[in-house]
């Protein structure tokens, strides 16, 4: 697990895209640049989208893991604003 502290977090899990990238905009909106938050995510076409979508948008992927019931988690730190 990791030792990178969160700010937020956001459970995507069962969301279809593309509310599942939507949500995640949702909560970095909320958060100031440089925060941390922690997505879990669908494995196939969510882990596959959102993480290029928000690197697109100007943020960054700390960490990408697979947990153990196959879902994913992700954290991204928000860029600026």
Request: glycine share 8%; charged share 25%; aromatic share 2%.
């Amino acid at each position: 697990m990791s030792t990178i502290t969160t700010d937020a977090s956001r459970d995507c899990r069962n969301v279809g895209c593309p509310m599942n990238m939507v949500y995640t905009k949702v909560e970095l909106a909320k958060l100031s640049p440089g925060q941390v938050l922690e997505v879990i995510l669908d494995d196939g076409p969510p882990i596959n989208n959102v993480p290029k979508s928000v690197v697109l948008e100007g943020h960054e992927i700390l960490e990408k893991s697979r947990c153990d019931d196959g879902t994913w988690r992700i954290l991204i730190r928000c860029g600026k604003k």
